[in-house]
């Protein structure tokens, strides 16, 4: 029969249906077909931001819903501004494992303060670097490629493809350096130094968000002054990897000689600058109640003096 072809047709009806996803849908298909393809690097408008993403899962979630953790950054902002952390004098907020500057980027643009993203893993740090300068935001993120360690040295991560969010410092981690893994060394450094380094004074500092897979303890305890002069510190506590580097009860023990309150990340977003803070002492409890379904909560810590928006703990 001429003109009749199977190939238009099967076209015509993959554009029909494709007419009939939501955006959002669509967007998740465009992505599953880029990924599939191989691509190296994607890049993207989003929500007023020109991104460079790697195809990984936090790329996914920029791609398809425009941020990662948006929830989060918005309640973290919003409690920030009720409690009067960020002044003027004070309005740096520190990133530690920045990644590709999916949390510091829409901080800055909404709370006009500045950052300094801390992000060791090469990959990471160019898309992190592209992403501040194609923004415009130069003048206003400061970046080291560095980790945060206890002490000043060197450091072995373990990469995970796929994830860049996931890589990990090795350790002593069982299985960590199985064959076939891709590893990294980087320079690490405590956060006091790192910050000193980049010629950024400790009393310009009012918050620091970590998320840096299991090594929160290393955070903590390597920026006391910090948290003396009462600068919060919103933490990601996931068992597995605190596990892997050096335990829960450390964690819990090294974050209640530093700060007295906590505001779990689900009563935060849902309260917001009406969330009560707990006592430190239930956090080994918040810690025991994260099922491996649920995998991980964040958590906002409040050194002593930190005045919350509602008041004292329950």
Not at 63 to 71: A, N
Not at 124 to 140: I, K, P, S, T, Y
Not at 233 to 252: H, I, N
């Amino acid at each position: 029969m001429s003109g009749f072809s199977f190939t238009g047709i099967r076209r015509n009806l993959l554009l029909t249906w494709i007419g009939l996803l939501s955006e959002r849908r669509k967007r998740i298909l465009a992505w599953r077909l880029l990924v599939a393809t191989g691509v190296e690097l994607v890049v993207v408008e989003r929500d007023g931001f020109r991104w460079n993403l790697p195809p990984d899962l936090i790329a996914q979630s920029v791609f398809v819903d425009g941020g990662f953790q948006s929830e989060e950054l918005q309640a973290v902002t919003q409690w920030m501004r009720s409690a009067g952390v960020l002044t003027n004098s004070r309005d740096i907020v520190i990133d530690v494992g920045a990644n590709i500057g999916t949390t510091c980027l829409p901080m800055v643009r909404s709370a006009g303060c500045r950052a300094l993203a801390i992000e060791p893993v090469a990959g990471n740090f160019e898309c992190l670097r592209a992403n501040v300068v194609q923004n415009g935001l130069d003048g206003q993120v400061y970046m080291a490629r560095k980790a945060v360690a206890g002490e000043r040295g060197r450091l072995t991560m373990r990469l995970t493809p796929g994830n860049s969010g996931g890589s990990f410092v090795v350790g002593t981690a069982t299985g960590a350096r199985d064959a076939g893994a891709q590893f990294e060394e980087v320079e690490a450094d405590t956060l006091e130094a790192i910050l000193a380094e980049c010629g950024l004074a400790q009393e310009e500092v009012a918050f620091v968000w970590a998320d840096v897979q299991g090594c929160e303890t290393e955070v903590i305890a390597s920026g006391s002054a910090l948290w003396k002069r009462g600068v919060p510190l919103w933490a990601e506590v996931e068992p597995t990897s605190l596990g892997r580097q050096g335990g829960l009860d450390t964690f819990v023990n090294v974050a209640a000689a530093h700060f007295d309150r906590f505001i779990e990340a689900d009563e935060l977003k849902r309260e917001g600058a009406a969330a009560v803070p707990q006592p430190i002492s239930r956090l080994g409890r918040l810690v025991d109640s994260i099922t491996p379904e649920q995998v991980s909560t964040d958590v906002l810590l409040l050194p002593p003096g930190v005045a919350s928006p509602s008041g004292s703990a329950r």
